[in-house]
């Protein structure tokens, strides 16, 4: 597949790249995570440990607070993806590229591969957002349609009232369909193919699913029983799995964003230079809340992140408003959402939207 961004006369990244570059300059800051990072990283990393060790031995096995105690892990999970892992995966989280390897390794205990991640997510997500084909984020196919072109049956129909318990499987798909897909076909995408595993890769490809069911499953199984440590797992699976979903969902589909698909010759020519792409196929949300901002690591500053991912996500509302005013003044639109629940509505219609008959 060929993709191509136009070019135009006016090279707006640079301008932006200007603006952000003097913010950084005159402030004598570092583009990297600074202590607050590291306060949150010990913060999120102790909150996992301290209710591991409850939910097996402080609280009684199948009691409502063992329950919650689960289901609380598995939003742990995803809080330390967006918080830790993904700034490390983007080389942001520290100057060190040893520490950022550290913390994009992260997902490997949560039981994900980082190199397939980086690959995914990194490369293509973040350089093709929305492409069909390529953006493997934006395939959910046949379960879910996210945009015109893709093939449309009737299920869809009721597919903004099903989407929210499919969102709740995307860590099981993830972790234990998606990963062994690429493993086995070697590609990450339709059209993307895999780097070439070394030795050491396969090593820790398995290493990696074994350890993360020895700890999260087998430790568990010894003292409570199987029953109740793969029940327990699945409540924290679910839980994980519907907070990252329904994240992405907000900062890439909703009303407003765009989706390029080939043509017959299996190219792809997108109307504008990327940067501009960047802004029409990511979504802003809640982004004056210090809470929302603190929980997911900046995601809901998604414009900042996809025109500057290798920025930690520490600095993005001060970069929000530098790249706003930007916008503004060279007729750029962007969409942004007030807060979550505005962004949750859009993705709804959107969905109802695509479940509508072509």
């Not at 350089?127 to 015109?148: A, C, Q, S, W």
Request: a neutral charge; one cysteine or more; glycine letters at 6%.
């Amino acid at each position: 597949m060929n993709i191509r961004f136009e070019k135009s006369n006016q090279n707006f990244l640079s301008i932006l790249r200007k603006q952000v570059n003097s913010y950084f300059e005159e402030n004598q800051i570092s583009t990297y995570g600074n202590s607050e990072l590291f306060l949150k990283s010990v913060i999120l990393f102790g909150l996992l440990g301290v209710n591991y060790f409850v939910q097996i031995f402080a609280v009684t096995s199948g009691s409502l607070a063992w329950f919650a105690c689960y289901f609380f892990q598995g939003i742990i999970f995803a809080l330390i993806g967006f918080n830790v892992m993904h700034d490390g995966s983007h080389s942001s989280y520290s100057s060190n590229k040893v520490v950022n390897r550290i913390m994009a390794y992260s997902l490997n205990f949560l039981g994900g591969i980082s190199q397939f991640w980086h690959q995914k997510h990194v490369i293509n997500h973040h350089t093709y957002t929305n492409i069909e084909g390529v953006d493997d984020d934006i395939d959910l196919k046949p379960f879910l349609r996210m945009h015109d072109d893709q093939l449309y049956i009737p299920i869809h129909k009721f597919q903004a009232y099903y989407a929210f318990f499919l969102y709740s499987l995307t860590y099981v798909f993830w972790i234990y369909y998606r990963d062994f897909k690429k493993y086995f076909t070697r590609k990450i995408a339709d059209h993307t193919p895999m780097d070439e595993l070394t030795v050491r890769d396969h090593f820790v490809f398995w290493i990696t699913k074994i350890v993360h069911v020895s700890i999260f499953i087998g430790i568990p199984a010894f003292f409570m029983g199987p029953k109740l440590a793969i029940l327990g797992y699945l409540i924290l699976c679910l839980s994980c799995g519907f907070t990252l979903a329904i994240i992405f969902q907000l900062a890439h589909i909703v009303e407003g964003t765009s989706f390029s698909t080939k043509d017959e010759n299996e190219n792809v020519l997108i109307g504008t230079e990327w940067s501009v792409h960047q802004i029409n196929t990511t979504v802003n949300f809640g982004t004056e809340s210090k809470v929302l901002t603190w929980l997911l690591g900046g995601l809901n500053f998604q414009m900042v992140h996809h025109l500057f991912p290798k920025i930690s996500h520490v600095h993005y509302p001060a970069l929000h408003k530098i790249i706003c005013e930007t916008c503004d003044e060279y007729n750029v639109k962007y969409v942004e959402y007030k807060n979550f629940w505005s962004a949750v509505g859009s993705h709804l219609r959107h969905l109802n939207q695509m479940g509508k008959a072509v």
